[in-house]
């Protein structure tokens, strides 16, 4: 329950256009407010529950993801916001782009969209903290 | 008998008070920014998932040292509230202080580093304010006992209103207040991320929170302190305190280290010295 009542996110701009981190902190604005629902951005992945990815997988960002992913405290999940984190959508067949964030990380949550609207987005963190429940309550049954 | 209880409540209490003012903090910034804001009880839902997220501690130190900040910081109020010498009251606050900057040494993450360094360069630009207003309240009042001062009715403000000022200033610092969060914020528009805490997660850092909580309690005592002879009134002195305090920290970019140091101790110099030369020079008491 404590668990659900505070969702506290590290947000990874993997090679986004940055639209759709714009989308992402806008979610943070007056208008969507998420912080009614105890979410902080921390910026810090010892802190966070929650990743929340935008933006493609290339091989310079993937060491840094797997990092950041082990970092923090378990139980944890990952949310790939936009179609680029979810598949490298359009970008998928450049070169250097190895696809959607479930490339390197257990993906829990995907948030299609280009960009992906606020909406969306605070919808994909509602899920993933039920997704973060199941994965307490299954290590707490393993012990 | 009479000074346990009121420190036994300190101890027992100062977690709920501490907890429910940093929600209304939450709600109250959230309101200056047009925002609905998280619900009031948010800081205990944060301290109780950060209790379930268990030991993620990098090395065996981290956790023992928060342990001793929390259990130094309920000391020193406890003293404070018991009736204890203020000056013990802050140098124990003082030294629960330093093991938090110890904490943040003991790893070896750059950014814990800056943090630990910009923590104690908060600790060294306060320290001297808060020596001087036990100086100036001791000259007032005649005692360095909480309820002593209280109760010999001298109006502290009146006669120190330059230590007030400077002391309102230093506890922007100590609040960890916007310009002076610099080395833990508790916002999103930090320089070095988490700063003193990068490295302190899980059941640490819950302990962290709850020794904050204990200290702003502890800091708007002694708010209390200087408008004691009237307690309705010191009860609105505090909640404006801490109101202007939250509108500084919504209003203001932060400052670099320097100054923050600089400036915090040219006013402790102007207006708390000043003001105890004062009552020196004018001699009265
Ligand atoms: S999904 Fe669209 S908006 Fe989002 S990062 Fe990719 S291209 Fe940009």
């Not at chain 2, 093991?99 to 600790?123: H, N, Q, T």
Request: glycine share 8%; proline share 5%.
């Amino acid at each position: 329950m404590s668990l659900k009542k505070s969702p506290w996110l590290l947000h990874y701009d993997g090679s986004s256009c940055n639209g759709c981190d714009i989308e992402v902190l806008a979610c943070l604005t007056p208008l969507y407010d998420a912080e009614r629902f105890g979410v902080i951005n921390t910026g810090n992945p010892r802190h966070a529950d929650l990743l929340l990815l935008t933006g493609s997988i290339n091989h310079q960002n993937e060491e840094v993801v797997r990092n950041l992913y082990a970092q923090m405290p378990e139980p944890k999940v990952v949310l790939a916001v936009g179609i680029c984190a979810t598949s490298g959508g359009v970008f998928a067949d450049c070169y250097n782009v190895k696809g959607g964030a479930d490339k390197v990380l257990p993906v829990d949550v995907y948030v299609p969209g280009c960009a992906a609207r606020p909406e969306a987005i605070i919808d994909g963190i509602v899920r993933a903290l039920g997704v973060l429940e199941q994965k307490r309550a299954a290590a707490e049954a393993k012990k | 008998m009479e000074k346990l209880m009121p420190a036994l409540a300190y101890a027992l209490l100062a977690p709920l008070a501490g907890g429910l003012l940093a929600g209304a903090d939450r709600i109250v910034s959230a309101r200056m920014q047009r925002r609905v804001g998280p619900p009031l009880l948010q800081p205990f839902y944060d301290v109780a998932k950060l209790f379930s997220k268990g030991d993620v501690e990098v090395n065996s130190l981290q956790y023992p040292l928060a342990l001793c900040h929390l259990l130094f910081m309920a000391l020193a109020g406890a003293l404070f509230f018991g009736g204890g010498d203020i000056l013990l009251v802050i140098f124990v606050f003082t030294v629960a202080a330093l093991f938090l900057v110890a904490a943040a040494f003991s790893s070896a993450s750059p950014y814990s580093f800056v943090g630990a360094e910009r923590e104690l360069i908060i600790i060294l630009a306060a320290e001297p304010a808060l020596l001087i207003a036990a100086a100036a309240i001791y000259k007032v009042s005649g005692s360095l006992n909480f309820h002593a001062v209280a109760a010999s009715g001298a109006p502290l403000i009146k006669q120190l209103p330059g230590v007030f000022l400077c002391l309102f200033y230093v506890l922007t610092m100590k609040l960890r207040k916007s310009p002076f969060d610099l080395s833990y914020s508790h916002h999103a528009h930090q320089e070095i991320v988490k700063g003193i805490t990068t490295d302190l997660g899980g059941r640490t850092l819950a302990l962290i929170e709850i020794t904050h909580w204990y200290e702003n309690i502890l800091l708007l005592g002694l708010v209390y302190l200087f408008f004691a002879f009237s307690a309705p009134l010191a009860l609105a002195a505090v909640a404006l305190t801490y109101f202007l305090e939250v509108l500084a920290d919504n209003t203001n970019a932060r400052v670099r280290w320097q100054l923050a140091l600089s400036s915090t101790w040219t006013i402790t110099l102007l207006l708390a010295g000043g003001n105890l030369l004062a009552l020196y020079a004018l001699g009265g008491n």
